[in-house]
């Protein structure tokens, strides 16, 4: 696609702009990166790789794990890779050109192509608040003995505050610290006493069986894990601190620690799930049903762990997602926006956030059956993820809104192998979803 000339005068005059480093920019060039600034800078690529393990993808191992035990493992590994590219790329965009990938879509194209991109992202956000939401309040009532419907309200108003009020850096360093819970589900895998011979075996060795099972298996642990919102708060991130250039490499080590860290956390749930669910035949179609499914089986303490883990779960993802929704739908509009910023002001930005919430609430408490919103989020997940991901590469292949450094030959190579790997993934689940209907 081509730009205008508006966009491209507008393009231009963004750009003379953002290659005018700050003076504070200037001054942290004379800083050396030794091992313990790789140390300090792992937060933002972390908190982005661990919002990916939101109870969507959970719901989804803990199907896989009850299906195929462990035999799905190396399936789980080799998604660092491809996490790993994609998050590698969307770092380069928001420290290079120093901008979210809804800005650069809304600069470089025409109005009706930013609301492509806007709508695609908006339509995964808005049903995965509300899944995410249930989950969070059903594990809150799991941990309690309570209806989960006395959660919902509070933990909505909660996250809501402390997105609003904490400000962007505070936040950061929260969820940096909270995501350390999700290591519950290591804790929840070992109590489960799997066989680890098994489990090395399924994890090491491929294991391919050509049929529908093993295809959709497939098809909903790649579509559930590559969201367009991970990426996309991974750009916005970056943006937001606008490092110099010479500190790529060290937020392209925190990219891949947060990539790293999703795939282990998808690995131990697999486990979890499948040493309790899929060993005694179990089956659980939300992540909400493992949780309850492993209290008999192994022990209250594995399925209180599992809670917990799937309550940090909701708490980690749903900041990211719901400012992540604020911050492409007041890039598009162009308003004023920042999480370091008051809600007095950005109202509208503050105003969008609050929307996202509200409307996830709604559907909470219209009590839409849990694996019908699953069945929702895998349909315009399976849209949404590979028109973002389009856009993304395009944006980092553009020389001048790169500032000079656009991804390299291979990287690009790799990034498309990728998003066509991804598109026909979700044209095939998205082909079985409607097939076969929640």
């Known amino acids: 696609m081509s ?17 005018n480093r700050s003076p504070r920019a200037q001054k942290s060039r004379a800083w050396p990166i030794t091992w313990r600034t790789y140390l300090r800078a792992v937060g933002p690529g972390l908190i982005a790789g661990a919002s990916d393990t939101d109870p969507t993808t959970v719901a989804t191992l803990a199907v896989i794990g009850a299906g195929t035990v462990y035999g799905m493992g190396w399936c789980v590994l080799l998604l660092f890779p491809l996490i790993g590219v994609i998050q590698s790329i969307a770092t380069r965009v928001g420290v290079a050109g120093r901008l979210d990938l809804q800005e650069a879509v809304s ?24 899944a995410d939401l249930e989950a969070g309040s059903t594990a809150l009532g799991l941990l309690t003995g309570q209806d989960w419907r006395w959660f919902a309200a509070p933990l909505s108003l909660v996250l809501l505050a402390a997105v609003m009020l904490l400000g962007y850096h505070v936040l950061q360093r929260a969820l940096k610290y909270l995501l350390l819970i999700l290591l519950a589900y290591a804790a929840a895998a070992v109590l489960a006493h799997p066989d680890w011979a098994a489990v090395a075996r399924g994890s090491l060795i491929p294991h391919v069986h050509w049929n529908k099972t093993f295809l959709f298996d497939l098809l909903s ?16 991130s970056q943006s937001e601190e606008k490092v110099p250039w010479h500190w790529h490499r060290v937020r392209q080590f925190d990219a891949l620690a947060g990539s790293l860290f999703a795939t282990v956390v998808f690995w131990f749930i697999l486990i979890a799930t499948g040493a309790t669910l899929g060993v005694h035949g179990l089956n659980a179609d939300t992540a909400q049903e493992a949780a309850q499914s492993l209290r008999p089986v192994a022990g209250a303490w594995a399925g209180e762990l599992f809670g917990l883990g799937l309550l940090a779960s909701a708490l980690v993802a749903l900041p990211v997602i719901t400012a992540t929704t604020a911050y492409v739908t007041g890039a598009h509009l162009n308003w004023r926006r920042g999480l370091s910023l008051r809600p007095r002001e950005a109202p509208k930005f503050f105003a969008a956030m609050a929307a996202s919430v509200l409307v996830g609430l709604a559907a909470t408490y219209a009590e839409i059956p849990p694996i019908r919103l699953l069945y929702w989020a895998g349909v315009v997940g399976a849209i949404g993820t590979p028109v973002g991901l389009v856009f993304l590469l395009r944006t980092a292949s553009h020389r001048e809104l790169m500032d000079g450094h656009a991804i390299g030959p291979r990287t690009k190579a790799a990034g498309w192998a990728i998003t066509v790997l991804i598109t026909a993934v979700s044209a095939l689940g998205l082909y079985q979803l409607v097939l076969t209907g929640p």
Request: proline share 4%; charged share 5%; net charge positive.
């Open 3 to 19: 730009t205008t000339p508006g966009s491209r005068t507008k393009a231009s005059s963004f750009l003379s702009g953002i290659q």
């Open 221 to 236: 642990l790649i579509g559930t894990t590559a969201t367009s919102y991970v990426y996309v708060w991974q750009t916005i």
């Open 107 to 130: 600069m470089m194209y025409r109005p009706a192509v930013g609301r492509l991109l806007l709508g695609s992202i908006l339509a995964v956000n808005i049903v995965t608040i509300a």
